[in-house]
């Protein structure tokens, strides 16, 4: 798989039937390894171990229902209280970060209202914070870390 604009982790691998998984830490599963879960799997790790959020915090690839149609987000990432603190999109190495990847996370965020957004392909990062009572957004240099 491609080097990515994270630091090295060591992931767990298993190979059957000439298809490569990855063990996913969150879902406690091995997960068929796409370029766009290898992604996902360093964000996971980067959040856990960079930025400090509690694994028990974190949900992956779960159904949302955005304007009566189920969607699938990549990331989640839950206050104490059950609100949501961030949600992460992410794509393969190979899709640029388009303003339709914006849309995108902007619909899943009309459901969501977390107060952060992240934009990833594993090369390039965007980083939001949301302000609702301006409807509007402003970019960030990083995630913060969990305090």
Same mark, same amino acid.
């Given at each position: 798989m491609q080097k990515l604009n994270f630091p090295a982790y060591q992931f767990r691998f298993k190979n059957n039937e000439n298809k490569v998984s990855i063990f996913d830490r969150i879902r406690k599963k091995f997960i068929i390894l796409t370029p766009e879960e290898w992604?996902?799997?360093?964000? $996971?790790n980067y959040l856990i171990q960079e930025k400090k959020y509690p694994e028990s915090l974190i949900n /992956?690839? !779960?159904? #949302?229902k /955005?304007? %009566?149609l189920s969607k699938r987000y990549d990331i989640i990432v839950f206050n104490p209280d059950g609100s949501i603190y961030l #949600? $992460?999109?992410?794509k393969s190495p190979k899709i640029k970060i388009t303003q339709e990847v914006f849309d995108q996370i902007a619909r899943y965020n009309l459901t969501v209202q977390a107060e952060y957004l992240m934009i990833t392909n594993g090369i390039n990062h965007f980083y939001c914070q949301m %302000? &609702?009572?301006k !409807? !509007? &957004?402003?970019f960030l240099k990083d995630v913060p %870390? &969990?305090?």
């Open positions: 992604v996902r799997q360093h964000t $996971v /992956v690839e !779960k159904l #949302i /955005v304007n %009566d #949600i $992460v999109e992410c %302000d &609702y009572s !409807k !509007k &957004y402003s %870390d &969990y305090n």
